[in-house]
């Protein structure tokens, strides 16, 4: 109390003396060190973390990979293998046996065997056809918006191109054409068909990234295009492409079943699950609900999380999301 | 040297040779123009300058006057096109860099000659952390391992007054303050020992506190690494304390050069003397700033004779119809009528009262 009573002049020398004091921490602790370091993934993946249906779908579709790569191993499949049926046309659900829980086909096999078996037709499919089309789609897109000029002129036309030819007619041809049903081709096929939109994301993405100033400040300091362009820009670009990745492995998923509806896709004789959907459809107005319902489950179910998936993803890649 | 000459088949009329051998960089006439929808825009239209090693050198003029576009032409980073070079000559250590292919010019980049960029907060990839940025020019052009690159970043950043520099270099861009990312840069300008630093306005995007610290550190290196620095600013006040000499840019020319005494102290340009008058100072307090009427001019329809005729308060007869070049006047460094007798014109008249010159303090 006597010391506020006092003029402000040793206030004044007080005040002095915390504010050098501060000075001087803030000099030696930096407390920007101080900070955790995080880079973008890490920072992205806290985001993700926080993605509920992300998380289920993500976790959802391991599972299913863990059942294409394992589940025929322990089950092995046998198509000559018909135990044959008490009712008519294929038997309902039931508990005894265990492995006829989702019912079966009209020559008695399982159709939890079906979905365990088809899984790894799909599965691959969606993997392998998003594998090769965002190679294809990055490459492009990354070299015709980076170089610009003729390059750009002559990729973006030949992706014109590949967009105005009507997607299911070349897909249904091409299956036709070279396939016989194999699925190492459907998926070349697919991977072949699905880059083009990719690409022009892509386009547009190196279009901006490239006059940012960390390119200019990349190429001062004498870095290769080529380096620039897969290593400097590309990381800044990963965000949307992955989105992109995710959706082109579900419709490659949907879009595998639907050929394969169609008698278009995998040959009759292996199982996907678009064999199932097409093998049962005459069944159907007997009331042999299950034999599609099951597959067409799965099926649903790889896809939505998928998209679950590419959701959590772009709001964890976004840069300008918030926490 | 000599096969460099009959190389290149300079024209008779004026053998393009090799400047001295303590000269760094000499720009000879450079002109590059750009080749846009609405016409062409003469950004750089017949500079020339020259710095020697280990001096400094300011280009100072308005924003659009073209000086950030010589020191990008000489680091060859226009996209061309639209940017074309329409001629001229850039000897760099008796070479002219202009006849350089694009890997020969790779390789001097970033290691013989560096470049500081306006915005640091743009300026760093924001995926890769401060030491991968640093150690990635070292390791290009030094062929060091990864490892010794980023001791070599490590040293860099001691350099340039970061502290900790051992945990810095593992920290990406979005955890550094503008000022430290600016020391990252120039750590970055410094990696390669380069014999030429360009700091495009280094200073602008800072606040005023790190600016002095900035340029204190740019001149602190500079000093220990003996480079040549090239200084692109529209700040007088930081050409004052930086530099040695000037060159004044206008509407892609120089108009006025000398040492940074000589021009800011004694300004011959209407244009310099202008901006000199629009600077505050303690002596003009209490009274309206000066400023130069009118606007920079419109770059795809110049004047036809001086390009700063419009604006200047001493136009007189030769000024709309001849073009003033540096060199043409009497006092070689500065392109003005005033100075000297235009083709076919009476003489200059009267030379107006000096402006109070520059009062250099802390700005």
Not at chain 1, 293 to 313: E, H, Q, R, S
Not at chain 2, 159 to 169: A, F, K, W
Not at chain 2, 212 to 220: D, H, V, W, Y
Request: charged share 20%; net charge negative; aromatic share 8%.
């Amino acid at each position: 109390m006597a010391e506020t009573a006092h003029p402000a002049e040793p206030l004044h020398g007080e005040l002095a003396q915390v504010a050098e004091i501060a000075a001087e921490e803030a000099g030696t602790q930096d407390f920007e060190v101080a900070l955790e370091s995080l880079n973008q993934w890490q920072l992205a993946w806290r985001r993700y973390k926080r993605h509920r249906l992300a998380l289920i779908g993500s976790f959802f579709l391991m599972s299913m990979i863990a059942v294409a790569v394992v589940g025929p191993i322990i089950w092995p499949y046998n198509p000559n293998d018909i135990p044959g049926v008490t009712t008519p046309g294929g038997d309902p659900p039931t508990l005894n046996p265990i492995e006829n829980i989702f019912g079966t086909d009209f020559g008695g096999r399982s159709v939890l065997q079906m979905v365990i078996v088809g899984a790894r037709i799909s599965v691959a499919v969606g993997l392998f056809t998003m594998l090769i089309a965002t190679t294809i789609g990055v490459t492009v897109g990354a070299l015709a918006g980076f170089a610009g000029g003729r390059l750009d002129g002559v990729l973006m036309r030949f992706v014109d191109l590949m967009l105005a030819i009507p997607f299911l007619f070349v897909i249904l041809v091409a299956a036709r054409f070279f396939g016989g049903g194999d699925p190492v081709t459907l998926i070349v096929i697919f991977g072949l068909l699905f880059w083009p939109g990719l690409s022009r994301l892509v386009r547009a993405l190196y279009l901006s990234l490239r006059e940012q100033e960390f390119v200019q400040a990349a190429r001062a300091v004498g870095v290769s295009d080529l380096r620039i362009t897969f290593r400097h820009i590309l990381p800044n670009a990963l965000g949307p492409i992955v989105v992109s990745a995710t959706l082109i492995m579900a419709g490659a998923i949907v879009t595998e079943a639907f050929v394969s509806f169609l008698n278009f896709g995998i040959r009759a004789t292996d199982v996907s699950w678009g064999n199932a959907l097409s093998n049962s459809k005459g069944y159907l107005l007997q009331g042999n609900w299950w034999w599609p319902f099951f597959p067409g489950m799965a099926l649903a179910l790889t896809v939505i999380a998928v998209n679950f998936i590419g959701d959590g993803l772009r709001d964890a890649l976004d840069p300008r999301s918030k926490e | 040297m000599s096969s460099v000459i009959t190389a290149t088949a300079a024209p008779a009329a004026a053998p393009n040779l090799p400047p001295p051998a303590d000269t760094l960089l000499e720009v000879r006439d450079l002109r590059t123009y750009f080749h846009v929808m609405d016409g062409t825009v003469r950004a750089v239209d017949g500079v020339s300058y020259s710095i020697k090693r280990g001096q400094t050198l300011g280009i100072v003029g308005e924003s659009g006057c073209g000086k950030s576009v010589t020191a990008l032409t000489v680091m060859r980073l226009l996209d061309i096109p639209p940017a074309e070079i329409a001629s001229g000559s850039v000897w760099f250590k008796g070479r002219d860099l202009l006849t350089y292919t694009d890997e020969q010019m790779r390789l001097v980049r970033g290691n013989e000659i560096s470049m500081i960029f306006q915005e640091p907060m743009t300026s760093l990839n924001p995926v890769y952390t401060i030491g991968d940025q640093i150690s990635e020019g070292v390791v290009l052009h030094q062929k060091l391992s990864k490892k010794a690159g980023l001791e070599k970043a490590i040293e860099s950043l001691r350099l340039v007054g970061i502290n900790n520099p051992e945990r810095r270099v593992k920290q990406y861009p979005h955890e550094m303050s503008g000022g430290m990312r600016q020391r990252a840069m120039i750590a970055m300008a410094l990696s390669c020992d380069p014999d030429l630093i360009i700091a495009d306005e280094p200073t602008t995007a800072l606040d005023v506190t790190i600016q002095a610290q900035i340029l204190e550190l740019i001149r602190k290196v500079q000093d220990e690494t003996g480079a040549a620095l090239m200084l692109i600013t529209h700040d007088l006040g930081v050409v004052a304390e930086t530099v040695q000499d000037v060159v004044v840019m206008y509407a892609g020319r120089v108009v006025e050069q000398g040492s940074v005494d000589e021009v800011l102290l004694a300004p011959k340009h209407p244009y310099t003397e202008g901006l000199i008058e629009s600077i505050p100072s303690k002596g003009k307090r209490g009274q309206r700033l000066n400023v130069i009427k009118g606007t920079v001019a419109n770059p795809f329809n110049l004047p036809k004779g001086c390009n700063f005729m419009p604006r200047c308060p001493y136009a007189f007869d030769p000024c709309p119809a001849h073009d003033p070049r540096i060199g043409d006047a009497s006092p070689p460094d500065v392109a003005c009528w005033l100075y000297t007798r235009a083709p076919g014109a009476g003489p200059p008249p009267k030379l107006r009262p000096r402006v109070p010159a520059l009062e250099v303090g802390p700005s």
